[in-house]
């Protein structure tokens, strides 16, 4: 196993532990209590995940250590820090003020991944060759979820989490409209003439 699927790998193993943290803070802030040492190790658990992606994948494409286990595990990695984070996040409160991520928000970052994973498998099912390229609008929808996440976990209330979710949406609703778009073109259903649209 590369060094990069290990990071890889320590990043899936700090997903059960920044879960069991962030819940913590969140009950004992249902209580009353708010025992803000579990807050701030469930937040550094968290920056510690993310940071593991992306420099397992610097270390892998630098040090050549790609790997199938890394390329399979990696998606996952990501996928299940993300969306653990955004639902403990949205239904557990993190402070004063109703200081959580709004549902509304949470339904429409899965709804984007649902449609993606959708696509995939169609693609799949009709034995089309999965050729998904990275877009600016997902790198720009994965940074500003990273920054409604950072917003709730460090409590900044003087703006409530529902503003960096709006601006988030937008780029969420772009990047999904596009991975479409990829998916259409594989599949044949847009015409040569809007190929390069």
């Known amino acids: 196993m590369t060094f990069a699927t290990k990071l890889t790998v320590l990043r899936l193993l ?22 803000e040492t579990l807050r701030w190790a469930a937040f550094w658990v968290f920056v510690t995940a993310a940071a593991t992606d992306g ?26 820090l993300m969306l653990s984070t955004l639902l403990i996040l949205t239904f557990f409160d993190w402070g004063v003020e109703d200081c959580r991520i709004p549902l509304w928000f949470a339904v429409l970052v899965v709804l984007r991944d649902s449609v993606i994973l959708a696509g995939i498998r169609v693609m799949w099912s009709a034995r089309k060759k999965v050729e998904i390229r990275p877009h600016w609008t997902g790198k720009v929808c994965t940074f500003f979820l ?13 703006l409530s989490p529902a503003y960096p979710c ?18 259409m073109r594989i599949m044949n259903w847009i015409r040569d003439s809007e190929r390069n649209a």
């Open 166 to 183: 709006a601006f988030a949406a937008v780029f969420i609703l772009l990047s999904m409209l596009q991975y479409i778009r990829q998916g």
């Open 55 to 80: 420099i397992d994948g610097l270390i892998a494409r630098h040090f050549n250590q790609i790997s199938e286990l890394g390329a399979f595990l990696d998606p996952i990695a990501d996928k299940a």
């Open 14 to 35: 700090l997903v059960p532990v920044f879960a069991f943290l962030a819940i913590s803070y969140g009950l004992s802030t249902a209580a009353g209590t708010p025992d």
């Open 146 to 158: 990273f920054v409604v996440l950072g917003w709730v976990m460090l409590r900044i209330t003087d």
